[in-house]
């Protein structure tokens, strides 16, 4: 088992941040995971790495980093209406979207481009254009570190919330996600009321709507607004939406009649962060090579050689800001070491 020493992770995260593990090794299976562990894991700080594209790294990590290399896309079992497709977790989630589409399995098309890979998809719930995970969740398979054994998740056993689970809360760093099984639908149901999608769809000229032609229209749509991290690093939204009571929904209306804001199933509101961020004057603002996207204020960059410690710095200046002017506390969705 040979691990690399004080390894460079820049290329192995989508912000491009160069700092270094100070022991690095990959794994393609449950066994050379376990021989990981059982070689160097003795008083080490443990990282599980996927495809980078939703950490930020603020210095080197003194201890093991590990990258789930497992593959594997089969089709395990199907009914009447579901088929059920098992990925291993260092499948490329777009990759696995790929396959889907080509087996006409309906579910994930709304998830087309999503960096990263299948074993971070449930971490947090990923989701876009009004599809979570959650909704094709069937079961995963995770290993417990300390317990050295492997454990079944059911769909209520995630506790999925938004851009949440039970993995970035009560079980944070104690499981490895091994590998997920999906249920894709036979029969698709579509989703095209969000965002500029039916627009879209309409200006590609689709008369027959199929789950294909969704998942162009939200490829044609993410290529054109979003930074491409192997042009200009980033790891996504930086902060996620805020959900805020009726109430204060009101008083804040009445203050900025024009705000972004959509009603949830709970009688909350949940506003857009990138448009608290864009009237805080922070949108193409940038601090040195560390920025906040000219296109998108939700999105913090990397224009070439920022720190962590500088991007987390602007993040906390626009944090402070929003609070400041909207009495809104954002919440990061990135994942800081
Ligand atoms: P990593 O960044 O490698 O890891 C994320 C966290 O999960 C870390 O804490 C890591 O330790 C842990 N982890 C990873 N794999 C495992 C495993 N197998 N077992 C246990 N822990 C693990 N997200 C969305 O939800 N919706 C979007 O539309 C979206 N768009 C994005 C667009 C861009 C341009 C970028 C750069 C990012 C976007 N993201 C989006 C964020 C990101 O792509 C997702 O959160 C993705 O699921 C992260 O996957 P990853 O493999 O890169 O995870
Ligand atoms: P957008 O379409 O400009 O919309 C801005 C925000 O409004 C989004 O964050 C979205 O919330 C919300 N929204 C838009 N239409 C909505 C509707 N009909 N009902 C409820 N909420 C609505 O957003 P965008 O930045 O171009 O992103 C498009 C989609 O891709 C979004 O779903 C977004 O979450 C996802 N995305 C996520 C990341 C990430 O890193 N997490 C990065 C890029 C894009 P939601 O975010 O809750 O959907």
Same mark, same amino acid.
């Given at each position: 088992?040979?691990?690399?020493?004080?390894?460079?992770?820049?290329?192995?995260?989508?912000?491009?941040?160069?700092?270094?593990?100070?022991?690095?090794?990959?794994?393609?299976?449950?066994?050379?995971?376990?021989?990981?562990?059982?070689?160097?894991?003795?008083?080490?700080?443990?990282?599980?790495?996927?495809?980078?594209?939703?950490?930020?790294?603020?210095?080197?990590?003194?201890?093991?980093?590990?990258?789930?290399?497992?593959?594997? #896309?089969? +089709?395990? /079992?199907?009914?009447?209406?579901?088929?059920? !497709?098992?990925?291993? &977790? =260092?499948?490329?989630?777009?990759?696995?979207?790929?396959?889907?589409?080509?087996?006409?399995?309906?579910?994930?098309?709304?998830?087309?481009?999503?960096?990263?890979?299948?074993?971070?998809?449930?971490?947090?719930?990923?989701?876009?254009?009004?599809?979570?995970?959650?909704?094709?969740?069937?079961?995963?398979?995770?290993?417990?570190?300390?317990?050295?054994?492997?454990?079944?998740?059911?769909?209520?056993?995630?506790?999925?919330?938004?851009?949440?689970?039970?993995?970035?809360?009560?079980?944070?760093?104690?499981?490895?996600?091994?590998?997920?099984?999906?249920?894709?639908?036979?029969?698709?149901?579509?989703?095209?009321?969000?965002?500029?999608?039916?627009?879209?769809?309409?200006?590609?000229?689709?008369?027959?709507?199929?789950?294909?032609?969704?998942?162009?229209?939200? #490829?044609? +749509?993410? /290529?054109?607004?979003?930074?491409?991290?192997? !042009?200009?690093?980033? &790891? =996504?939204?930086?902060?996620?939406?805020?959900?805020?009571?009726?109430?204060?929904?009101?008083?804040?209306?009445?203050?900025?009649?024009?705000?972004?804001?959509?009603?949830?199933?709970?009688?909350?509101?949940?506003?857009?962060?990138?448009?608290?961020?864009?009237?805080?004057?922070?949108?193409?603002?940038?601090?040195?090579?560390?920025?906040?996207?000219?296109?998108?204020?939700?999105?913090?960059?990397?224009?070439?050689?920022?720190?962590?410690?500088?991007?987390?710095?602007?993040?906390?200046?626009?944090?402070?800001?929003?609070?400041?002017?909207?009495?809104?506390?954002?919440?990061?969705?990135?994942?800081?070491?």
């Amino acid at each position: 088992m040979e691990f690399k020493e004080n390894f460079s992770l820049k290329p192995f995260n989508t912000f491009g941040i160069d700092v270094k593990a100070r022991y690095y090794n990959s794994f393609e299976s449950q066994s050379e995971l376990e021989e990981n562990l059982q070689t160097k894991n003795h008083g080490q700080s443990l990282l599980i790495l996927g495809g980078g594209s939703n950490i930020l790294f603020t210095g080197d990590v003194n201890g093991l980093v590990l990258k789930n290399d497992i593959r594997g #896309i089969d +089709i395990i /079992t199907e009914d009447e209406h579901y088929v059920y !497709v098992k990925a291993g &977790a =260092g499948e490329n989630w777009h990759v696995f979207v790929q396959y889907c589409l080509q087996h006409n399995l309906a579910g994930v098309e709304n998830l087309s481009l999503i960096p990263g890979n299948v074993g971070a998809s449930p971490m947090q719930n990923i989701g876009a254009y009004g599809v979570e995970i959650k909704d094709v969740f069937y079961d995963l398979e995770a290993y417990h570190i300390k317990e050295e054994k492997c454990f079944t998740f059911s769909l209520n056993d995630c506790e999925f919330g938004y851009r949440d689970s039970i993995f970035k809360k009560r079980f944070k760093d104690q499981f490895v996600i091994l590998s997920v099984t999906y249920c894709l639908r036979k029969q698709p149901i579509f989703h095209t009321q969000y965002g500029a999608i039916e627009q879209e769809l309409v200006q590609m000229g689709v008369n027959k709507l199929s789950i294909q032609a969704i998942s162009q229209a939200v #490829i044609n +749509i993410r /290529t054109s607004k979003l930074p491409d991290p192997a !042009v200009i690093g980033n &790891a =996504g939204s930086f902060f996620k939406n805020p959900s805020i009571s009726n109430e204060q929904f009101s008083t804040l209306k009445e203050s900025f009649p024009n705000v972004v804001a959509y009603p949830n199933n709970d009688g909350t509101f949940k506003i857009a962060a990138g448009w608290l961020i864009e009237q805080c004057g922070w949108k193409g603002v940038r601090r040195g090579d560390a920025g906040c996207h000219p296109k998108q204020a939700l999105v913090l960059v990397n224009y070439g050689n920022a720190t962590g410690k500088k991007i987390y710095a602007l993040s906390q200046e626009i944090l402070e800001s929003v609070q400041e002017k909207f009495g809104i506390m954002l919440e990061r969705e990135v994942n800081i070491f």
